[in-house]
């Protein structure tokens, strides 16, 4: 089978390699659809050089192609859907919807498990991980579908986490696709006003599509000014960091109210942050957090299938698996938001 690799710095290319064989308790899914994630760039920006590289991906869905022993529950020709971590969905931590602290748990692409842009991807905890999807494997609904891997779910996370529901304000920070599905997500979940800081007119204007009410083109302080003046002055209520610089940290603590919550789920570039006096005398909520997404798939799932959400609309680009090199360098190089991969 072919499969993407990852060698080095802007290094990726579609490598032959040995076909899976499920062990005990594993299956392997022909894919149907993957996608590349924002957080698949920081590897491709800074990744040392290594002769047997890594394999890549981590967003993807198919169909069951053979199941290991001790597999209940999935059978071949199943088509299902993987979160972009995997889990065995029993444990205390899972039963405490924090499957990404799952000990039996783990991600694609470390430790000898693939990734999930190949052909085929050998699936570990398989029963615990894999949702099952009621639709053809021709759907037109995968890509919707797929942003439930990862990308949806994280903005719900970022929403879920701040407390967003009828009526709170929100200010989304970052317009990537993490932002604008937290723009959809805050939607789904009631909130009003929405206010999307974002910088690239193109990609907010998808955002208002979404739900975003208003949308700040400007930055920093002038653009924390924005928001304030979008909120009587006080600042948001919720704040959905996702993009995870020092900057638009700051941002957020300018953009939130006093008594409010910032939630943080882009990958952080910080170490430290403004977390002293200033933010105990401001009763501020700092939450959020890599998203388990296994957690939330079940109870989104039905408003996908029932068309009332479409967050595939974020995908703006589709390849196959030789274009997916292309991919990364469209998504890298902005001429992309995000891009899907149908082999
Ligand atoms: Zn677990």
Same mark, same amino acid.
């Given at each position: ?158 929403? /879920?986490? =701040?407390?967003?529901?009828? $009526? @709170? ?6 317009? +990537?696709?993490? &932002?604008?599905? *937290? !723009? ?31 949308? /700040?083109? =400007?930055?920093?302080?002038? $653009? @924390? ?6 909120? +009587?002055?006080? &600042?948001?209520? *919720? !704040? ?47 939450? +959020? ?55």
């Amino acid at each position: 089978m072919r499969a993407l690799k990852i060698v080095g710095v802007r290094q990726v290319a579609v490598r032959e390699r040995l076909d899976p064989r499920p062990a005990a308790g594993e299956v392997v899914v022909q894919m149907k659809a993957a996608a590349i994630c924002g957080s698949d760039l920081h590897p491709y920006r800074s990744m040392p050089a290594t002769n047997q590289g890594r394999p890549m991906g981590h967003e993807f869905l198919g169909i069951v192609e053979d199941t290991g022993a001790q597999v209940t529950g999935l059978k071949r020709g199943d088509l299902v859907l993987s979160p972009f971590t995997y889990a065995d969905n029993t444990c205390f931590w899972c039963r405490s919807g924090v499957q990404t602290s799952c000990p039996h748990g783990g991600r694609y692409g470390f430790g000898g498990v693939d990734g999930g842009q190949g052909e085929a991807v050998r699936v570990p905890q398989a029963p615990g991980t894999l949702v099952k999807l009621p639709v053809p494997a021709d759907s037109a609904l995968l890509p919707s579908l797929m942003t439930l891997t990862d990308v949806f779910c994280t903005g719900h996370h970022a929403a /879920v986490t =701040a407390q967003v529901g009828s $009526g @709170v304000s929100v200010a989304v920070i970052g317009d +990537g696709a993490v &932002g604008l599905c *937290a !723009v959809l997500a805050a939607r789904r979940l009631g909130a009003e006003p929405i206010i999307l800081m974002g910088r690239h007119a193109d990609r907010t204007e998808l955002g208002a599509g979404f739900g975003a009410t208003d949308i /700040v083109l =400007a930055s920093g302080e002038e $653009g @924390v000014e924005e928001v304030r003046k979008l909120t +009587g002055g006080h &600042g948001a209520d *919720a !704040v959905l960091e996702c993009v995870g610089s020092m900057q638009t940290l700051t941002t957020s603590f300018g953009a939130v109210r006093d008594g409010g919550v910032i939630s943080r789920v882009g990958v952080p570039s910080y170490t430290d942050g403004p977390i002293g006096m200033d933010m105990i005398m401001r009763n501020i909520t700092l939450t +959020g957090g890599v998203d388990p997404a296994r957690h939330y798939i079940g109870g989104i799932l039905a408003d996908v299938l029932e068309g009332r959400i479409e967050p595939g609309r974020v995908f703006d680009r589709t390849v196959g698996l030789d274009g997916v090199p292309d991919g990364y360098r469209a998504m890298a190089g902005r001429q992309s938001l995000k891009v899907l991969i149908i082999p």
